[in-house]
């Protein structure tokens, strides 16, 4: 039988290959995103990226099984991709409801800022609007492109595998939670599916198709290595799903001066960082309020800071009655609007001698045992009881002046007393420079705290738990708050300390709170009262300063997490918003003055410049989008051919050091560039022979190339290193003739579009003449 005849007779069995890897890549896509769901709410969303990821797989299929070129099944992907996108989120601007127009492309940097404020302010699971479904549904059908390349045509399953296992990651590391089990097993048995497909149709493939030497390195040895593998892969599978979850888990902190048990705690010194590291995040209580908002939930207030320590409050304290006030209204001006809220709140595996409330609290009503209250911060504390398993239900009576009252208001007060002012003497430089440079645009002291919180809050700076320890500056003190200003990264502790540390530097009183972020939404209940469920991973730290009239007013540096303060204007009919009504959307941004944040030279990391104290994106205009969109598409045409050049150049130093097998790969790279067949069946021997017969390469070339490959394969120590110059000036000679002999079309993608790049000799894709330019 002619290798003709055998080629034909496997066509079916390529088709239906083809047809499986694509179902099995499909199937692998959407396990791997299945985890994805704990922090995005499933919704059209899902639908849209679910289709288009099949419209771009199915493409490419279809693409395939009519032996087009895999350069025109990647262009035919990536057109469905931009039609199907502008179709769902652009077809009002688009022509023919498919097209992108310029006004079309006008409206993606909206939609990515749009997405990129649902990520900051969002709390998870985030319920995508049209700007984060933008990015999602295009960012799942940009991987299916790539996978699809990779996996189908460049036949590196295990590669595909290991970007599908860094995405389903992605949550995980975003949010820690227990591993999701169906997501795992699921995408395991994908990439398993993918694997035993590709093993078999390269096992196929390599079945001799003439007669004469095998082909040159290792080769299947038939189905028993494929069931072997496929055997201990499903072993790790159990293994994992089964024997992990009996292993010891970390034990859960011991509540000081609880009751005992397990459960988790708060720490009242600022060393949060442990608590946020825990493997295990877990529910701590849930909350119904009549407020708009989830307030975030107060717990131990810091004032008192000795330059390396913030300490918890120990003031005067008064008993909290079963069923009555527990402290008096705040002293809050006539003429600055107030809004009363009632939330219940049952806690469950709290184990803590401070009792979360909203702030300020007014009424508690409710507890088991003995509380105290302290009416200098409104907190609620017991000597010797535990907030666990308390159900309690507080009132807040809450300022919400307008921007212009809380801009007419100075700060301080003379009932205060020094302990929210005092510095000690060696406050380090860089922090009360660094404060008076971002704040110098100022026009009142609300102006200069949102220039803290705008820079904090900005791209210069990145939310981490882990940097600080690694840096070696994981605290509150002047030293770790200087170290921070400098790295720029950390988390909530480092935040909140930075900030008030720095308000004092400007002669304003502040103060730390240690508490509670706003949890997440798990049901409703009729139109004025929702529940919220609060986890141990929420727990937070923030700063807050005081001014005359108003009290103490809260404000959220964080970098990515929360909803920053904000008052409206009293002209625009809104209320204000502070950290207590954290997702608000409906007031208005203060309407400041621009001020300049500073570019601070002696520190590393890029400074917010040109931005206002709202901390508003400056929008994009078409023409800078259009030439950023010119610059990088040049990069990405050039990145190939780079690529390819320096492979080219390691090759050719190796073949010239005396290595036949580098040589040789030269040679076929540009076989492979070329569009020219590289079976896996066949010898060095008849592919020299089928060079120089159909591609007019130098007989006497080949011969040097073909006969050092066959010996350094069949002898020992066959290598030659005086020979290796001889060999890399044939292999280019012989590289050179194919490209001059090929057509003009097919040169130039070679040269822009190197195959060679993800089509390996020996391949499926190898073995098919590419009819680019043919």
Partial sequence: MSAADVTVLRTPRRRRDASLLTLGLFAAIAAALLPVFSVMQPGSWTVQAAFLTAAVLGAGLVARLFHLPALVATLLEVGIWLFALTAMFGRATAVLWIIPSPATVST???????????????????????????????????LAIVLDHVVLTARMPLLAGVGLVAVSLIPTIAIPADVDVTAFVLLAAALLFLLRIDTRSRHAASRPRHVGPRRV??????????????????VAVIVAVVATPLLPQPALRFASGGTGGYGTTINPNLELGNDLRQPRDIDVLTLQTDAPTPPYLRAVTLSSFDGSVWQPDRDDTVNVP???????????????????????????????????????????????????????????VSRSGSSRDQDYSVQTFAPRPTLEQIRARPVGGSELGDTVRALPADVPAVIGDTAREVTAGAQSPYDALIDLQTWFRSSAFRY????????????????????????RTGYCVHYASAFAVMARTLGMPSRIVVGYLPGTMSSSVGQDRATFTVTSSQLHAWPEVYFEGIGWVPFEPTNSLGVPTSFASGTTGGTGTTPNAPQQQQSAAPETQATTAPSLGNQDGPGLQGSGTTGATREIGPGLLVGGGIVLLLLLVAAPAVLRALRRRSRTIAARAGDPVAAWAMVQDDAVDLGIPVPGGESPRRFAERLVREHGSDPDDMDLLRGAIERVSYAEDAADATNGPVLAEAAARVGAGLRARAGGVRRAFSRVLPRSLVVRPGTAAAEERDRVGA
Avoid: C
């Fill in 108 to 142: 993606v940097p909206g939609l990515v800022s749009a997405a990129s404020e649902e990520i900051r302010t969002g709390v998870a699971p985030v319920a995508p609007g049209i700007g984060l479904a933008f990015v999602l549904v295009a960012a799942i059908g940009g």
């Fill in 217 to 234: 390195g290792p080769r299947l040895r038939g189905r028993g290595a494929s069931a072997t593998a496929f055997g201990i892969a499903a």
């Fill in 464 to 487: 981490s738990l882990d940097a600080p320890v690694e840096a070696g500056f994981d605290g509150a003190g002047l030293d770790a708050v200087a170290d921070f200003l400098q790295a």
């Fill in 322 to 380: 079963g069923d009555g006030p527990v402290f008096s209204a705040p002293p809050i001006d006539p003429d600055i609007a107030v809004a009363q809220y009632t939330t219940d709140i049952s806690v469950g595996e709290l184990d803590s001698p401070w009792l979360p409330v909203p702030s300020p609290a007014t009424t508690v009503t409710g507890l088991q045992g003995d509380w105290l209250g302290m009416p200098d911060n409104r907190t609620i």
